[in-house]
C-alpha cells in the first residue's frame, strides 16, 4: 500500500516558466515533509522540506506547499531552469516514530526544455 | 568532501552467490540506513542502524543481512541472492535519526542484478 504517492510519472516545462510537482499522503502520522532531487547515475539529494505546523516554506526558487487537510503536498520551481531537469522524490516521515525512515513516492521526472 | 561512498557501483552475480555492498560515510554519523529503488515503488528502507552495534529492520528487510561494527561503516549482506533482488541500491547516512533536524546524505548508488 503505497502511503506516499506521485501520480504524475513525468513533466515538461518550459524554461523560465512554473514546474508545479504534486504529492498526495495517507497516513495522517505523518508530520514532516521532504523533497528530494536525483540526477541519472547519482544518489537522491535533499532540496527542501516543510513541517506539519506550517503550510509553506520557501528557498530561493523552491517553495514548499503543504494541505494537511487534503493529506496534499506540491512544490514549485520558478523559474525553471534546465538543470532543474531530474528526477524528483517527495518523502514523508513520522518524527515520533524515531526510526529515521522516510516513505518515498514513486518519483516525478522533470524535463525543463530550453 | 562530505561524503557516502558504496561500492560496487554496478553488480551482476547469480542466484545464490553471497554478496555485499559496502558503504562508508565519513561525516562522523550516527545514523545509516539501507533503501532500494524500484519502478513504481520509489525508494523503500531496508535496514536502518541507530549507532553502533544497534541495527533494525525497515519495511523490505527479507533476504537482507547488515552489520555495524564500526560508525563509519554499514555493509549490505545479501546470503543467497534472488532475481527479486535485482534493483537500485543506496546507502545514506544522518547526524542522526532526527528528520527534522539532519536530512539524510545518500551514496550514489549500486545497480544490482542477479540472473
Known amino acids: 500500500d503505497q502511503q506516499v504517492k506521485q501520480n504524475s510519472p513525468s513533466l515538461s516545462v518550459q524554461e523560465g516558466r512554473i514546474s508545479i510537482l504534486n504529492c498526495d499522503y495517507t497516513n495522517s502520522m505523518f508530520d514532516y515533509f521532504l523533497w528530494y532531487k536525483k540526477y541519472p547515475a547519482e544518489g537522491p539529494t535533499f532540496l527542501i522540506s516543510i513541517s506539519s505546523i506550517k503550510d509553506k516554506n520557501e528557498d530561493g526558487r523552491f517553495t514548499v506547499f503543504l494541505n494537511k487537510s487534503a493529506k496534499h503536498l506540491s512544490l514549485h520551481i520558478v523559474p525553471s531552469q534546465p538543470g532543474d531537469s531530474a528526477v524528483y522524490f517527495c518523502a514523508a516521515s513520522d518524527l515520533s516514530s524515531n526510526t529515521g525512515k522516510l516513505i518515498f513516492g514513486q518519483g516525478t521526472t522533470l524535463q525543463v526544455k530550453p | 568532501e562530505a561524503q557516502v561512498t558504496q561500492n560496487p557501483r554496478y553488480l551482476i552475480t547469480v542466484t545464490g552467490k553471497k554478496l555485499t555492498v559496502t558503504c562508508s560515510q565519513n561525516m562522523n554519523h550516527e545514523y545509516m540506513s539501507w533503501y532500494r529503488q524500484d519502478p513504481g515503488l520509489g525508494l523503500r528502507q531496508i535496514y536502518y542502524?541507530?549507532?553502533?552495534?544497534?541495527?533494525d529492520k525497515g519495511d523490505v528487510p527479507e533476504g537482507y543481512k547488515v552489520s555495524r561494527k564500526e560508525k563509519r561503516n554499514f555493509p549490505l549482506i545479501l546470503e543467497s541472492p534472488s532475481p527479486n533482488q535485482t534493483s537500485l541500491y543506496f546507502c545514506?547516512?544522518?547526524?542522526?535519526?532526527?528528520?527534522?533536524?539532519?536530512?539524510?546524505?545518500f551514496g550514489n548508488g549500486t545497480r544490482l542484478t542477479v540472473t
Open positions: 542502524s541507530m549507532n553502533v552495534e544497534v541495527t
Open positions: 545514506a547516512s544522518s547526524l542522526s535519526a532526527d528528520s527534522y533536524n539532519s536530512p539524510l546524505h
